[in-house]
């Protein structure tokens, strides 16, 4: 196997925008939740760009915070993190695993 080299930044900012544009969680989400938000008797781009820029923002913050926390606590961690992170996301996965298939018990 052949490593690839990293994308360009472009690239990179390019290949996360159609990700997150066209992924049908995202559509479906705007297209059930946001209609019940709308207020037919009042014009619709004002409170549309509202919706969007909210929740942009709140989007961006949870980004921003996600990655911020885990840069810190991986370099709390150390070198040794990411082997740390897997199995405590293996471990977490297999213990769902049990508890779903005891549920029914």
């Known amino acids: 196997m052949s490593k690839k080299a990293p994308l360009q930044e ?5 290949n996360g925008f ?4 066209l992924n049908p969680k995202n559509i479906i989400f705007f297209a059930s939740s946001l209609p019940q938000f ?4 009042t014009a619709f781009l004002p409170q549309a760009m509202i919706l969007s820029l909210t929740y942009l923002a709140i989007g961006l913050i949870n ?4 990655s911020f926390f885990a840069s810190n606590i991986g370099n709390a961690l150390g070198k040794e993190s990411e ?3 897997a199995y405590i996301g293996g471990t977490a996965i297999i213990a769902s695993a ?3 298939i005891f549920q029914n018990f």
């Open 18 to 21: 159609l990700l997150v544009f």
């Open 63 to 66: 980004d921003y915070l996600y």
């Open 38 to 41: 709308i207020n037919n008797k």
């Open 98 to 100: 049990i508890i779903v």
């Open 10 to 14: 472009k690239e990179a900012f390019k």
């Open 83 to 85: 082997k740390w992170m």
